[in-house]
């Protein structure tokens, strides 16, 4: 059956993640993975101190590829070993150094150890983070200590996929204690974070939209009362100059004509004055002409 083949090759995976777990211990081992390529089976070790891993001329190395041949019966196994990026937000190197811390510096510094720890992972942005402590500390008795600051799931389907876990145990002289470390890190997507659109965005760059077409409008405005201006003035300036020449010709006809008329005699005007009638008001009035 292909579905027994399919179980039977993630139990061998299964198996081979947990003995790596188990043989690099205090190296800052963060998590596995297996990849099929044609020259064999390719083995990616995520972890914080890597040269430790790998050892003095690559003698770990080299001595664990050995084990997985004999152990898995690998044809070739090959091994490459990656740094991790931020060491704070993985669970299992965090919870890895506070199993450490207590082992060097007993159950008396406890609470030290776990503050230290919640303030370096929420330095390091994430979004919350939670700590559990079981076991004999400060007492003989046992008890469940409890670390936690920020926002953490803890149902639906966020608290399995989005946010990291990791379980470790300390061997102390009292006995052993049990840690557990969730973090949730800061790139996990809430189905419950609600974003608000600000429509005061939208209006000013539509008014500042508005504003720069009523500028292009008003400055083409502008130049059409300019250039109606400029040819007011010139009309203005021809009517001017007509008007001046019209008069100067208006003057000098009246000239000619003044020039062109003869002027009277002495004896003509006497003539006049006696075929004029004096009225009763004294002054005189011709009757046979008006020339007078």
């Given at each position: 059956?292909?579905?027994?083949?399919?179980?039977?090759?993630?139990?061998?995976?299964?198996?081979?993640?947990?003995?790596?777990?188990?043989?690099?211990?205090?190296?800052?081992?963060?998590?596995?993975?297996?990849?099929?390529?044609?020259?064999?089976e390719?083995?990616?070790?995520?972890?914080?101190?890597?040269?430790?891993?790998?050892?003095?001329?690559?003698?770990?190395?080299?001595?664990?590829?050995?084990?997985?041949?004999?152990?898995?019966?690998?044809?070739?196994?090959?091994?490459?070993?990656?740094?991790?990026?931020?060491?704070?937000?993985?669970?299992?190197?965090?919870?890895?150094r506070?199993?450490?811390?207590?082992?060097?510096?007993?159950?008396?510094?406890?609470?030290?150890?776990?503050?230290?720890v919640?303030?370096?992972?929420?330095?390091?942005?994430?979004?919350?983070?939670?700590?559990?402590m079981?076991?004999?500390?400060?007492?003989?008795?046992?008890?469940?200590?409890?670390?936690?600051?920020?926002y953490?799931?803890?149902?639906?389907?966020?608290?399995?996929?989005?946010?990291?876990?990791?379980?470790?145990?300390?061997?102390?002289?009292?006995?052993?204690?049990?840690?557990?470390?969730?973090?949730?890190?800061?790139?996990?997507?809430?189905?419950?974070?609600?974003?608000?659109?600000?429509?005061q965005?939208?209006?000013?760059?539509?008014?500042?939209?508005?504003?720069?077409?009523?500028?292009?409008v008003?400055?083409?405005?502008?130049?059409k009362?300019?250039?109606?201006?400029?040819?007011?003035?010139?009309?203005k300036?021809?009517?001017?100059?007509?008007?001046?020449?019209?008069?100067?010709?208006?003057?000098?006809?009246?000239?000619?004509?003044?020039?062109?008329?003869?002027?009277?005699?002495?004896?003509?005007?006497?003539?006049?004055?006696?075929?004029?009638?004096?009225?009763?008001?004294g002054?005189?009035?011709?009757?046979?002409s008006?020339?007078?």
């Amino acid at each position: 059956m292909i579905e027994r083949a399919f179980v039977k090759q993630n139990k061998i995976e299964f198996q081979i993640q947990e003995f790596i777990t188990n043989s690099l211990k205090n190296v800052g081992h963060s998590h596995t993975k297996l990849q099929k390529t044609p020259l064999g089976e390719k083995i990616v070790i995520f972890a914080s101190r890597p040269g430790l891993i790998v050892g003095r001329e690559g003698s770990n190395i080299k001595k664990l590829t050995i084990d997985l041949k004999k152990r898995f019966k690998l044809e070739n196994p090959q091994i490459e070993i990656n740094e991790v990026e931020n060491i704070n937000l993985d669970a299992r190197i965090v919870a890895e150094r506070i199993a450490s811390d207590l082992e060097r510096f007993g159950t008396s510094r406890f609470k030290g150890i776990g503050h230290k720890v919640m303030q370096d992972v929420m330095n390091a942005k994430a979004l919350g983070i939670e700590i559990l402590m079981s076991g004999k500390i400060p007492s003989s008795r046992a008890k469940k200590w409890r670390f936690y600051r920020g926002y953490l799931k803890k149902c639906g389907d966020i608290a399995l996929t989005g946010v990291d876990k990791a379980y470790t145990k300390a061997q102390l002289k009292t006995g052993i204690v049990g840690i557990q470390v969730r973090i949730m890190p800061p790139g996990t997507k809430l189905p419950d974070k609600i974003e608000l659109i600000e429509e005061q965005e939208e209006i000013t760059e539509e008014t500042e939209k508005n504003d720069k077409g009523i500028e292009a409008v008003n400055s083409h405005d502008k130049e059409k009362e300019l250039v109606q201006k400029v040819k007011e003035n010139k009309e203005k300036k021809i009517k001017k100059t007509k008007s001046k020449e019209t008069e100067i010709k208006d003057q000098k006809e009246k000239s000619n004509k003044e020039e062109d008329i003869p002027k009277k005699t002495e004896k003509e005007k006497d003539t006049n004055i006696k075929n004029c009638e004096k009225s009763e008001k004294g002054w005189y009035y011709c009757a046979k002409s008006t020339s007078c």
